[in-house]
């Protein structure tokens, strides 16, 4: 091999050496969680906030009072097929073997119990804007749930969203967990809409648009995004798009599912406002006032 030559392989390989480094997994560390005593009627709530059923839950079946998580829906995008996994407590196919850190590292990190990334069809990019809190709780309340023996299945994804390490590179670009709006801190009307809409609610994840690596642009949030299923568009939920929406009605709809002019929710909105029905009314005016609230700048 000329001294050329061989210069070029070991930058090469070098690089390589590199992106493999940069793509690594980043877990908590094990002594990361906190103390905590568990508050299951919060990880209830967390659960509706956070839509579980509404992916989980199995397919066709009513997710409202579904108490089985087998999994097995089927998400079609441009990346191809996602299934979505068991998460019922069941020990073999699901994650009833789990520890409080693996569940942490899945939810907030993108991060399975093996170092596999878990790709964004998982939204885990809003939900890693949770508490920790909130995510034991949540943890807590999973596993009071029945256990499904239903084995999870593989996705079905073009060339070459199936190099699973490659996630490590998109996460180190795109998995922020810092608030994507700012708001008046002091007004925690306004704190708690933000963090259920940011967070667990991960309203961001069909109404903003995404760039052309398919992560959500943060600089046009809420403002309307094509459906990554296929069907049409999802509408604009700034102040602006909601012009015509009082924060009564906003609330309003998120609970009965009836809009100011009559109309009723439908497409995938549909299951997010069954789980928006059950949150408290505080809650769902927290949202609006989030929703509607104007940054100055
Ligand atoms: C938009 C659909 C969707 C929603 C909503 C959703 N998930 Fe998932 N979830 C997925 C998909 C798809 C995967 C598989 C990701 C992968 O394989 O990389 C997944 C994976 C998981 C995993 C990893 C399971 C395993 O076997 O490795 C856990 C845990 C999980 N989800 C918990 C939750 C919880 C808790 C909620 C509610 C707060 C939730 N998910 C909401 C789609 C969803
Ligand atoms: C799975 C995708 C998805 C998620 C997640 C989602 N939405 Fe929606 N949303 C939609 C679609 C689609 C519509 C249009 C519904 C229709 O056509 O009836 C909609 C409509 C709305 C509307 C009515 C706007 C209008 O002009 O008609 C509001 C308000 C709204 N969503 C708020 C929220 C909030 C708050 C969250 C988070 C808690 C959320 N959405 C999460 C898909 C979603």
């Known amino acids: 091999m000329s001294a050329g030559l061989r210069t070029i392989v070991w930058a090469l390989l070098l690089g390589l050496a590199m992106l493999w480094w940069l793509s690594r997994p980043l877990p908590l560390a094990p002594d990361s969680l906190p103390g905590h005593v568990v508050d299951l009627a919060n990880g209830e709530r967390i659960f509706h906030a956070g839509g579980c059923a509404s992916c989980h839950s199995e397919p066709g079946k009513d997710q409202a009072g579904d108490d089985r998580l087998p999994g097995g829906l089927e998400l079609t995008t441009p990346y191809g097929v996602f299934r979505v996994p068991n998460i019922s407590p069941d020990l073999r196919s699901g994650i009833g073997n789990w520890s409080d850190l693996d569940f942490v590292n899945a939810m907030m990190r993108g991060v399975a119990p093996d170092g596999r990334h878990y790709y964004p069809s998982f939204p885990y990019t809003s939900y890693a804007r949770m508490s920790m809190a909130d995510v034991l709780d949540l ?69 903003t648009p995404r760039n052309g690596l398919g992560a959500l642009r943060l600089d046009a949030w809420l403002s309307g995004a094509r459906s990554l299923e296929g069907e049409g568009k999802v509408p604009d939920i700034t102040p602006t798009g909601l012009a015509d929406w009082p924060e009564g009605d906003i609330a309003y709809y998120l609970e009965s599912g009836i809009d100011p002019e009559f109309d009723v929710v439908g497409g995938s909105m549909v299951k997010v406002q069954e789980n928006m029905a ?17 940054v100055s700048d």
């Open 139 to 207: 943890r807590a309340f999973l596993a009071t749930l029945e256990p499904v023996s239903t084995p999870s299945r593989n996705h079905e994804l073009k060339f070459p969203y199936g190099f699973r390490r490659a996630l490590g590179l998109w996460k180190r670009l795109f998995l922020v967990d810092t608030p994507a709006r700012p708001v008046d801190e002091s007004d925690m009307l306004l704190v708690r809409g933000r963090y259920l809409v940011e967070g667990p609610g991960h309203c961001g994840e069909c109404h």
């Open 278 to 294: 059950r949150l408290s009314a505080e809650d769902r005016e927290a949202i609006a006032a989030y929703l509607k609230y104007q």
